[in-house]
């Protein structure tokens, strides 16, 4: 032990933390958490040495400071063990690959991961400036050099070194945040970890099928899906790879992609399940439906995009609110699109954290159809290398698949065979034909939409964009049996509309839905007559999975509009409804019940958009990680979370205010609407920050409509 004592953080309820004692969990950690894909000596170098700087006696006298309670600036630490890694292997031993390994995780493990092109530099100065330093760090090192494994890694280039570094900066920052967590909160530290096994959940599902399967009626629909389970389930024995799973709308897509996943991870000795689906919407439902098969305890349900704080502060409450943010430790993950591949793009640690615990997983993608065009190269690209070099499977889930190993632009897909888990799937298109598809010729305005509304029982409307759907509401704002879906509701609001909403398309009475996007994948709601404004091929098509979903009438009714006075979201998705409607000029409306269809749409809408539009492949080469997570996003604009005042909302933020921890901000979640970055400055009076990029809104909130004060129109992808 060195003979002068150091501490890593402040007191905790057992006292100091000492630092070698953290050092060394540090890196006994992310040893663990890196072996699954090889780099488990090279992560506990980087664990050992995170904190080296720590020693620095500046470091500690700002330690004693703030723990009296008094004012202190930050003392920075992650450069110091940075600039030993530069130091020690590139300017004696000239390696310029390993001395990025350590230097970078090492350098951005609080304020993130630095663009490897330009760090040198820093470190050089550094090193010039600090001299000191690498003797403190050095005999420190010297003293417990007996620890350290051989240094060793795998040679790679290009975006697999990218992502490699990412990945162990991931076991680094997670080993990181549970020893500090254990170390201030053993309490909440506890509570992580202790899931069911897989192999639990496994004898568990097939318990829950056998009980629904000797319930169901045995109709068409219910024939299909069980033809749909059968064939994932023996899909599951094929060995780890990328698969297909084409399911028309109202398929048992949710559970019979479950059954596949878990058997699969099972029999392969994979870790966990990760579901990722792109609207905030249906993870309600599709957490709802998996925790009343498996159990409360076997879901975690992660849509959240908190910020902590991004700094090298030890103070308890920086530490606290850094620390309760999800790692995936759980075997079975509900997630969005955004929140996965955004996590695999960032440079923050808190979104990073959690990444390792992708490695040898099951990852579903359901509406794979829904990622944006403009960069799905960089997308695709990191799909086939967890494949290829973390052991991970990938679903690729949706009725309207996208083809993506016929397009020429992605030759990552092309040169991977891709296996169909559900072969005869045309000729279940064909059996599930419960929607007469019609085109309204000419343009309609509100009031004449309205009018239609009005004229029927139950029928649902939707609309490209939020504003579209609040103009029609207010057209139809006297009609008590008038319904609003939309991403300006929190997602506990949604829930208790859709299920009013469901409560009366079974008891046969009046409802009239205006929504947006987020009812078009994998909500389960049974119309008998659905009205949707021109959209994206694959949109439309998913609207029309929430007519006659049950196929208890001979036909539902699918019309599809061209609004006069709506518009569309910028961007690809106006694309896609410029290529739909070329479809629709070029095809009579029946032929959206063929699947042939979809590889001709995206085939022409790929071919108009650049799929690395924002170059993020060569920034992803050149080690830049503060750009690539810039330019990487499924949204375009950077939005933030509001929490409302619906229900008991302000309740929970005031608990997680309180005390920051994982379990608060969970229960925190089902309340938070997000709006783009820009309208903040414009809504000052009615947003009050409040921490890490999350605000109080005191705007009020509509019982119909939201949160809708001057608020325009974020994509539905949110996460």
Same mark, same amino acid.
């Given at each position: 032990?060195?003979?002068?004592?150091?501490?890593?953080?402040?007191?905790?309820?057992?006292?100091?933390?000492?630092?070698?004692?953290?050092?060394?969990?540090?890196?006994?950690?992310?040893?663990?958490?890196?072996?699954?894909?090889?780099?488990?000596?090279?992560?506990?170098?980087?664990?050992?040495?995170?904190? =080296?700087?720590?020693?620095?006696?500046?470091?500690?006298?700002?330690?004693?400071?703030?723990?009296?309670?008094?004012?202190?600036?930050?003392?920075?630490?992650?450069?110091?063990?940075?600039?030993?890694?530069?130091?020690?292997?590139?300017?004696?031993?000239? @390696?310029?690959?390993?001395?990025?390994?350590?230097?970078?995780?090492?350098?951005?493990?609080?304020?993130?991961?630095?663009?490897?092109?330009?760090?040198?530099?820093?470190?050089?100065?550094?090193?010039?400036?600090?001299?000191?330093?690498?003797?403190?760090?050095?005999?420190?090192?010297?003293?417990?050099?007996?620890?350290?494994? +051989?240094?060793?890694?795998?040679? =790679?280039?290009?975006?697999?070194?990218?992502?490699?570094?990412?990945?162990?900066?991931?076991?680094?920052?997670?080993?990181?945040?549970?020893?500090?967590?254990?170390?201030?909160?053993?309490?909440?530290?506890?509570?992580?970890?202790?899931?069911?096994?897989?192999?639990?959940?496994?004898?568990?599902?097939k318990r829950n099928q056998q009980e629904f399967m000797a319930r169901v009626p045995d109709t068409l629909v219910n024939r299909v899906r069980r033809e749909v389970y059968e064939a994932c389930w023996h899909a599951a024995e094929r060995p780890p790879g990328i698969f297909r799973l084409t399911v028309p709308t109202g398929g048992g897509k949710t559970r019979s992609g479950l059954a596949f996943a878990?058997?699969?991870?099972?029999?392969?000795?994979?870790?966990?399940?990760?579901?990722?689906?792109?609207?905030?919407?249906?993870?309600?439902?599709?957490?709802?439906?998996?925790?009343?098969?498996?159990?409360?305890?076997?879901?975690?349900?992660?849509? &959240?995009?908190?910020?902590?704080?991004?700094?090298?502060?030890?103070?308890?409450?920086? =530490? +606290?609110?850094?620390?309760?943010?999800e790692n995936w430790d759980a075997p079975l993950i509900v997630t969005t699109t955004v929140q996965l591949f955004e996590s695999l793009f960032s440079a923050r640690p808190h979104q990073a954290r959690k990444l390792h615990n992708l490695a040898r997983s099951v990852i579903l993608l359901d509406e794979v159809q829904s990622l944006p065009p403009e960069i799905l190269a960089p997308t695709v690209d990191?799909?086939?290398?967890?494949?290829?070099?973390?052991?991970?499977?990938?679903?690729?889930?949706?009725?309207?698949?996208?083809?993506?190993?016929?397009?020429?632009?992605?030759?990552?897909?092309?040169?991977?065979?891709?296996?169909?888990?559900?072969?005869?799937?045309?000729?279940?298109?064909?059996?599930?034909?419960?929607?007469?598809?019609?085109?309204?010729?000419?343009?309609?305005?509100?009031?004449?939409?309205?009018?239609?509304?009005?004229?029927?029982?139950?029928?649902?409307?939707?609309?490209?964009?939020?504003? @579209?759907?609040?103009?029609?509401?207010?057209?139809?704002?006297?009609?008590?049996?008038?319904?609003?879906?939309?991403?300006?509701?929190?997602g506990a609001h949604r829930r208790e509309v859709l299920n009013e909403v469901k409560q009366r398309l079974k008891d046969g009475k009046r409802v009239r839905l205006i929504s947006t996007q987020v009812v078009e994948a994998g909500v389960d709601l049974d119309f008998p007559e659905v009205w949707r404004a021109v959209g994206p091929l694959d949109r439309i098509v998913q609207a029309a999975g929430r007519?006659?979903?049950?196929?208890?009438?001979?036909?539902?009714?699918?019309?599809?509009?061209?609004?006069?006075?709506?518009? &569309?979201?910028?961007?690809?998705?106006?694309?896609?409804?410029?290529?739909?409607?070329?479809?629709?000029?070029?095809?009579?409306?029946?032929?959206?019940?063929?699947?042939?269809?979809?590889?001709?749409?995206?085939?022409?809408?790929? &071919?108009?958009?650049?799929?690395?539009?924002?170059?993020?492949?060569?920034?992803?080469?050149?080690?830049?990680?503060?750009?690539?997570?810039?330019?990487?996003?499924?949204?375009?604009?950077?939005?933030?979370?509001?929490?409302? @005042?619906?229900?008991?909302?302000? +309740?929970?933020?005031?608990?997680?205010?309180?005390?920051?921890?994982?379990?608060?901000?969970?229960?925190?979640?089902?309340?938070?609407?997000?709006?783009?970055?820009?309208?903040?400055?414009?809504?000052?009076?009615?947003?009050?920050?409040?921490?890490?990029?999350?605000? +109080?809104?005191?705007?009020?909130?509509?019982?119909?409509?939201?949160?809708?004060?001057?608020?325009?129109?974020? &994509?539905?992808?949110?996460?």
């Amino acid at each position: 032990m060195s003979p002068i004592p150091c501490y890593a953080h402040s007191p905790g309820p057992r006292g100091w933390h000492d630092l070698y004692s953290h050092l060394t969990e540090v890196a006994r950690m992310a040893c663990q958490f890196a072996a699954p894909f090889g780099a488990g000596e090279l992560a506990y170098w980087i664990g050992f040495c995170h904190d =080296l700087g720590k020693i620095n006696p500046a470091f500690q006298q700002y330690l004693e400071t703030v723990n009296c309670g008094q004012p202190h600036p930050v003392v920075p630490h992650a450069i110091w063990g940075g600039a030993l890694a530069y130091w020690l292997l590139w300017k004696h031993k000239q @390696d310029a690959y390993m001395w990025k390994l350590l230097a970078l995780p090492i350098y951005g493990h609080h304020a993130g991961l630095p663009n490897g092109g330009t760090i040198s530099s820093v470190l050089e100065h550094f090193v010039q400036e600090t001299p000191v330093a690498l003797d403190q760090m050095m005999a420190y090192l010297q003293e417990h050099k007996a620890l350290l494994p +051989r240094l060793r890694a795998p040679a =790679l280039t290009g975006t697999r070194l990218e992502l490699f570094i990412r990945m162990v900066y991931s076991a680094l920052v997670d080993a990181d945040y549970l020893d500090t967590e254990g170390h201030f909160n053993p309490a909440e530290a506890s509570k992580r970890g202790g899931w069911p096994r897989l192999e639990e959940l496994l004898e568990q599902f097939k318990r829950n099928q056998q009980e629904f399967m000797a319930r169901v009626p045995d109709t068409l629909v219910n024939r299909v899906r069980r033809e749909v389970y059968e064939a994932c389930w023996h899909a599951a024995e094929r060995p780890p790879g990328i698969f297909r799973l084409t399911v028309p709308t109202g398929g048992g897509k949710t559970r019979s992609g479950l059954a596949f996943a878990l058997r699969h991870a099972v029999i392969h000795g994979l870790r966990r399940v990760v579901v990722a689906i792109p609207y905030t919407s249906i993870i309600d439902q599709t957490a709802t439906e998996y925790r009343k098969i498996l159990g409360n305890a076997a879901v975690v349900e992660h849509h &959240s995009q908190l910020q902590p704080p991004e700094d090298e502060s030890q103070s308890e409450l920086a =530490l +606290r609110q850094r620390l309760a943010t999800e790692n995936w430790d759980a075997p079975l993950i509900v997630t969005t699109t955004v929140q996965l591949f955004e996590s695999l793009f960032s440079a923050r640690p808190h979104q990073a954290r959690k990444l390792h615990n992708l490695a040898r997983s099951v990852i579903l993608l359901d509406e794979v159809q829904s990622l944006p065009p403009e960069i799905l190269a960089p997308t695709v690209d990191v799909l086939r290398s967890l494949v290829e070099n973390y052991g991970v499977t990938v679903v690729l889930c949706t009725a309207t698949q996208p083809a993506l190993d016929r397009v020429p632009a992605l030759s990552d897909f092309q040169e991977v065979g891709i296996s169909e888990i559900v072969t005869d799937y045309p000729r279940h298109f064909t059996l599930l034909r419960r929607v007469q598809y019609e085109r309204r010729a000419e343009p309609m305005t509100w009031a004449e939409l309205a009018r239609e509304v009005a004229n029927r029982s139950q029928i649902m409307v939707v609309l490209n964009r939020r504003r @579209d759907a609040l103009a029609l509401l207010e057209v139809l704002k006297e009609d008590p049996d008038v319904f609003h879906l939309s991403t300006l509701l929190c997602g506990a609001h949604r829930r208790e509309v859709l299920n009013e909403v469901k409560q009366r398309l079974k008891d046969g009475k009046r409802v009239r839905l205006i929504s947006t996007q987020v009812v078009e994948a994998g909500v389960d709601l049974d119309f008998p007559e659905v009205w949707r404004a021109v959209g994206p091929l694959d949109r439309i098509v998913q609207a029309a999975g929430r007519c006659n979903r049950e196929g208890a009438r001979h036909f539902g009714r699918l019309v599809i509009f061209e609004p006069a006075e709506g518009g &569309s979201p910028s961007g690809p998705y106006k694309v896609g409804i410029e290529k739909a409607r070329q479809i629709l000029e070029h095809y009579p409306p029946d032929a959206l019940h063929s699947p042939d269809i979809f590889r001709e749409y995206f085939a022409e809408l790929y &071919s108009t958009v650049n799929l690395d539009a924002k170059n993020i492949q060569q920034l992803r080469e050149d080690l830049n990680y503060p750009e690539v997570a810039s330019r990487y996003r499924l949204i375009a604009e950077d939005t933030v979370p509001v929490v409302v @005042d619906y229900k008991d909302g302000f +309740r929970r933020l005031d608990d997680w205010l309180r005390r920051p921890t994982l379990e608060a901000w969970r229960a925190l979640q089902p309340y938070v609407v997000s709006i783009y970055r820009r309208e903040v400055h414009q809504n000052t009076e009615w947003l009050e920050p409040v921490f890490g990029g999350l605000y +109080r809104w005191s705007g009020g909130y509509d019982p119909k409509r939201g949160l809708v004060q001057s608020f325009h129109d974020p &994509s539905d992808l949110i996460a």
